[in-house]
């Protein structure tokens, strides 16, 4: 079965600094997405990041970027140039086979704070 | 106003009680899906639908029940409500098929339920 796991409840990172926040998953698909979504405290969820499971780079997005380890079966997010603005939740998931239907898993979630 | 729209934001309700929550999408996605979300948990999927007329369940299924008789609407009713299914409730929409297979969900911005 297809799982997402983030093993950081929660992160600190100073202002203007850089820091990843982990995610591993299982899925037995060659097919499959990943995707970072940000929850900051109002609740909305905002898309950030994909990475389809054969592109040959990591994807990235201003200041985001995915560092895809296939082996690993990991795909962390790196923010880099961390901004108070940046302070939400963050989670990680993944699609299933081809993602023709758009139907996600989602991890638990690691709620970052930026410090000033 | 363009978009997916969630009504009501708010609700409390008592046991045993039946409660709907609405969800209208502007875009004419074919997918829509309804997540819960708990701490510790992250969202999962209740139920979900590819089309007007064709409904899936998803992870957490139980005491919900869903519809789609039109493309643009996707309610979500608990048909007697409990206390275990008090949880912020998100209703997300899109397009498939898309060629890189990034079909990113847009979400409502969340109904927030309370089953006393």
């Known amino acids: 079965a297809q799982k997402i796991t983030q093993t950081q409840p929660g992160m600190f990172v100073q202002e203007k600094e850089a820091v990843t926040l982990d995610c591993t998953y299982d899925?037995?698909?060659?097919?499959?997405?990943l995707f970072w979504y940000k929850q900051p405290s109002s609740g909305e969820m905002i898309f950030l990041i994909y990475?389809?499971?054969?592109?040959?780079q990591n994807a990235t997005e201003g200041r985001y970027s995915l560092n895809f380890q296939k082996a690993r079966k990991s795909a962390n997010l790196v923010i880099s140039a961390s901004q108070l603005g940046d302070s939400a939740m963050y989670f990680c998931?993944?699609?299933?086979?081809?993602?023709?239907?758009?139907?996600?898993?989602f991890g638990q979630g690691t709620e970052l704070s930026v410090k000033p | 106003d363009a978009g997916i729209t969630q009504s009501p934001r708010y609700k409390i309700t008592e046991t045993g009680r039946q409660v709907t929550l609405m969800c209208h999408q502007t875009?004419?996605?074919?997918?829509m899906f309804w997540y819960r979300q708990d701490l510790g948990h992250g969202l999962r999927l209740i139920y979900y639908?590819?089309?007007?007329?064709?409904?899936d369940k998803g992870e957490v299924p139980d005491g919900y029940v869903v519809s789609r008789s039109k493309t643009e609407n996707f309610p979500l009713t608990l048909e007697s409500a409990t206390r275990s299914q008090t949880s912020v409730y998100f209703c997300?929409?899109?397009?498939?098929?898309?060629?890189?297979?990034?079909?990113?969900?847009?979400f409502g911005a969340g109904s927030r339920l309370t089953v006393l």
């Open positions: 875009w004419s996605h074919s997918y």
């Open positions: 899925t037995s698909d060659p097919s499959y997405g």
């Open positions: 639908s590819a089309a007007a007329d064709i409904t």
């Open positions: 997300a929409s899109t397009l498939a098929g898309s060629p890189s297979g990034a079909n990113v969900l847009t």
């Open positions: 990475q389809g499971s054969y592109d040959q």
């Open positions: 998931a993944m699609s299933e086979r081809g993602n023709q239907g758009g139907k996600l898993i």
